[in-house]
């Protein structure tokens, strides 16, 4: 087990060192950025401000993880949350309770998944170019439901998923935490992480070694439209209406590179959920942080592809072999000491 | 028949259908004023998608074409406004940026190995972050230049015009057409895309040639940003968001193969007409809202896509049993 805490305290370590580093250099920048408030029963603060504003791009990193593990991309998550916020705005304003609405939007989001799975499993599609369709359709269909207009709602039970607080924390974190987690469990404690690893690695091979590949493809991608579901219910209740134009926008891009800057390969195979919750963490702090400390808005987007470009050099085979040349001997120990672990 | 022209020769065949229904419903829409907006309103769409034919038959793609697009307006109005450069000088100066930007992005691509997708997303960030920087609020463009190029047009009988922009995509497209199938480059670039192995083992030089596709689709984008500069006279930071995947679509509608290694730049032409032509009959139909375009446009990709695969399969099958 300790082995276990061990080789995770490994793994995590460069994202955790990274989001350390940029909070100390948020702090420096603004000094009261680690205060904490408690007004009303809920905390307040930079650091919970953080948490919240980045749930949309937390909950499609665990659905994106999931997908990018089996050597996919999801680029309509964007389009989903547009489409998901819609229905359940659609929903909630034409009578139905909130149980009903929610039910009925997270069932959009999985069918939604289901439409790319069964491209991309069953038609043999290449996975950017099945979930394109859906990306530029998806806004369309959104539009369609809300006729063009931003339909606002003001159903106190579904606000309160965007603006309510639980124990102190605000919904929104308490879901993609809960959901992380849920996610986390269900893919380590049991072999399903594997079999997705398996099938990222060599689709063929775990076909043949009896890995029902189409099914988990197809599971992947329903995962990645639910949680795309849930994170559009957010987006909606945090803004009190559905913006087919506005909702979502861009996420995709976001969620992939929380994904990446966790450490999980586009090329498919080894993934980790909690990576990928503290790259969207990053990502996020990098958001905010730019605002608090004054930098203007503008080099934002300057910072975060100075980012991706840093991460791809490190992350580069061509790097990695360059590096393990130059530590070769400390290399050689450490598979030792991780064989003797074993 | 090849097998290899039957996507091209469905969407010929579906333009035709479809602008023959159009006709059938709105008769004006036969003349050469409309042929020639068309040209013209999807003059930077095309010139842009040239780039991406090249891009995505090497079997990559690029996400930043759009942003590019925008940094080239920018940098534009920038430029006019600020110094008294004449803007042919300018225009050199755009195309020389994003053409080593682009080379810049192919470059990453070969010697770090890293997927198209996440260097040219990067591109994407970093090409729309300088817009911001140069400037965030949309300027205007008012050097005489501007005016006289936009005054130059060629006139069809039946008072259709073939503007310069128009008439521009027209030769960018011709010119796709003779890098791709008459030199050494177009036919290493579908070498490429029929597989980096077997391409190197031929003897086909993968980096040079990654690099000058990745170059040609900057120096497209830059081109396409100049043309938007002169559709629209003016640079906005926040302009041609998402052209990237209309570039796409209208690749894929156009018949080329989204693995590589086969399609014609003359279908994408078709691709883009066929995109243009939706908009239009959105236009002219008046109810229809314009959220209609995304819908089609999406289920036409979908249906090529299916036509694709049913392709790969019987030509496969073929080959099996030759």
């Keep these: 087990m300790s082995a276990s805490v061990k080789s995770h305290a490994v793994r995590l370590f460069p994202q955790v060192a990274a989001l350390a580093v940029i909070l100390v250099m948020v702090s420096i920048a603004f000094p009261g950025f680690f205060r904490l408030e408690m007004q009303n029963g809920r905390l307040y603060g930079s650091l ?49 309770g909130l149980v ?129 579901a849930i994170a559009g219910i957010i987006a909606a209740a945090d803004i009190r209406g559905a913006d087919a134009n506005n909702a979502g926008l861009w996420l995709e891009l976001d969620a992939i590179l929380a994904v990446v800057v966790g450490g999980t390969s586009l090329l498919g195979g080894r993934f980790s959920i909690a990576a990928s919750l503290l790259g969207a963490l990053i990502i996020q702090s990098i958001n905010t942080g730019i605002l608090l400390s004054g930098f203007p808005p503008e080099f934002n987007l300057i910072i975060k592809a100075a980012i991706i470009v840093m991460i791809l050099v490190i992350q580069s085979p061509r790097a990695r072999t360059a590096f393990a040349f130059l530590s070769r001997p400390k290399a050689a120990e450490e598979t030792k000491t991780e064989q003797e672990a074993k | 028949m090849n097998p290899r022209y039957l996507p091209l020769t469905a969407t010929v065949a579906i333009f035709l259908i479809a602008y023959a229904v159009c006709i059938a419903q709105y008769p004006n829409m036969l003349s050469t004023r409309v042929i020639g907006n068309l040209l013209t309103d999807n003059a930077f769409l095309g010139i842009a998608a040239v780039g991406m034919t090249f891009v995505i038959l090497s079997g990559g793609i690029d996400l930043s074409i759009g942003a590019v697009i925008a940094f080239t307006g920018v940098f534009l109005a920038v430029l006019l406004q600020a110094t008294s450069i004449h803007p042919l000088a300018a225009f050199v100066l755009a195309l020389l940026v994003t053409t080593a930007f682009g080379a810049l992005m192919g470059a990453i691509i070969h010697h770090l190995e890293m997927p198209p997708f996440i260097v040219t997303l990067a591109g994407m960030f970093l090409a729309r972050g300088m817009a911001f920087v140069l400037s965030i609020e949309s300027i205007p463009i008012k050097h005489p230049f501007y005016a006289t190029l936009k005054g130059l047009y060629y006139k069809l009988p039946g008072g259709g015009r073939i503007t310069l922009i128009g008439g521009l995509m027209l030769l960018v497209f011709a010119a796709g057409i003779l890098i791709a199938h008459r030199t050494r ?107 209609w375009t995304k819908i089609l446009i999406g289920l036409l990709l979908f249906i090529f896509i299916l036509l694709q695969k049913g392709l790969i399969h019987v030509t496969d099958r073929k080959r099996r049993y030759a």
């Design chain 1, 48 to 96: 919970i401000d953080i948490l919240n504003r980045g749930a949309p791009v937390a909950l499609l990193a665990i659905g994106m993880t999931v997908v990018i593990a089996t050597k996919g991309i999801d680029l309509s998550v964007g389009a989903v949350m547009a489409i998901c916020g819609a229905v359940a705005a659609a929903c909630i304003t034409s009578g139905y």
């Design chain 1, 100 to 228: 009903a609405t929610l039910i009925v939007t997270l069932g959009t989001g999985i069918l939604c998944g289901l439409w790319n799975g069964i491209l991309v499993a069953v038609l043999d599609i290449q996975p950017i170019i099945a979930t394109l369709v859906l990306m530029v359709a998806g806004r369309g269909i959104a539009q369609l439901i809300t006729e063009g207009a931003i339909l606002t709602f003001n159903d106190a039970g579904l606000i309160f998923i965007g603006s309510g607080s639980f124990l102190g924390l605000p919904m929104p974190v308490v879901i993609w935490l809960v959901f992380g987690i849920v996610v986390a469990l269900l893919v380590r404690r049991t072999a399903l992480g594997m079999l997705i690893e398996a099938l990222g690695v060599n689709r063929r091979a775990a076909m043949l070694s009896g890995v029902s590949t189409g099914v988990l493809l197809i599971a992947a991608y329903m995962l990645s439209g639910l949680c795309a």
């Design chain 2, 185 to 291: 480059f177009g036919a290493n670039v579908y070498a490429l895309g029929g597989g980096v192995a077997t391409a190197r083992l031929m003897g086909v030089p993968i980096g040079g040639t990654t690099i000058g596709i990745y170059a040609l689709s900057g120096f497209l984008a830059g081109l396409s940003g100049i043309v938007f500069s002169l559709y629209t006279s003016a640079g906005y930071s926040l302009a041609t968001v998402g052209v990237e995947l209309d570039a796409i679509a209208a690749v894929v509608i156009g018949g080329t193969l989204l693995t590589g290694g086969s399609g014609f730049v003359a279908g994408t032409l078709v691709g883009i007409l066929i995109q243009g032509l939706i908009q239009t009959y959105i236009t002219f139909d008046g109810s229809l809202s314009s959220w």
